[in-house]
């Protein structure tokens, strides 16, 4: 199903993990320290909708295509295994050593932003997770290209990412305990992102929690902590998992109730009994 309602406004501990690099691998860093849960954020944390009448794009699998999305990468299969919501959601299985991919939606009727401002949800469930930096969720510009936000893991780790093409522009911003740090494994888990390109901003929710966010500088980059300049405007946007530091480790992931929308925050669906 894609679509949607054109609506009005209406503890695992942290070890020592590297640094990311949306073009492959970087140098090894250690995460931050300190730190408390963050809320907040626009809206509020559970609508309890699948596709909430903010959305203007929604994926569920159910009719077991991705309508309006490019087409499905080598490893990504539409099946009942697991599913957050009906009886179907999208699986993609990365062999070892391999990269895996996305599905990528733009034009209408999500772009361009209202207020150059996206806000998006899905439904993850991870197997496994290679034991890299992968991209779960990526804003570009409408061609695509750098610079790039991205909701991503790096060695099981949440960690916000921004890429721009050079060390100097490859950054990265974690949770800090006692927000929890580490990707659980064997759950659904509610995902939440708003990326703002009118203010180089960068939100980052797990389950209705303020998990991450980015106010034109993370934890640091490759060389230096420079700013997370945004695309002019962001006009595409891709699910999936991309792996940018390959490792002789598997990968599985689902993923299911996808919603997009530019006015308020998605909220999470009620959970399954």
Known sequence: MTGGATGTAGSASAGTIGTGGSAGGGVTGTGGNGGATGTGGA?????????????????????????????????????????SSGTKALSLNIPENQRGGFISYKGAPLFPLLNKTMWGRVMVWFDSISDGHTDIVRGQAASGGNP????????????????????????????????PTMVPLGKWQCWEWSFNAGTNDFQFFVDGTLYVHVAMTG????????????????????????????????????IDDIAIGTQERIGCPTPRD
């Open 148 to 179: 790039s936000y991205n909701v991503a893991e790096q060695h099981g780790a949440y960690m916000m990412n921004y890429y721009n093409g050079s060390s100097a522009t490859d950054c990265w911003k974690r949770p800090k305990a006692p927000t």
């Open 43 to 83: 809206g509020g944390g559970s609508s309890g909708a699948l596709c909430p009448p903010s959305a203007l794009v929604c994926e569920d699998f159910e009719d077991g295509t991705a309508d309006g999305w490019s087409a499905l990468v080598s490893g990504m299969t539409i099946n009942g295994t697991h599913a």
């Open 219 to 254: 934890d640091g980059c490759l060389t230096g902590n420079g700013p997370w300049v945004a695309p002019t405007d962001f006009g595409l946007v891709s699910v999936g998992a991309t792996i940018a530091e390959t490792r002789p480790t598997v990968m599985q992931i689902w």
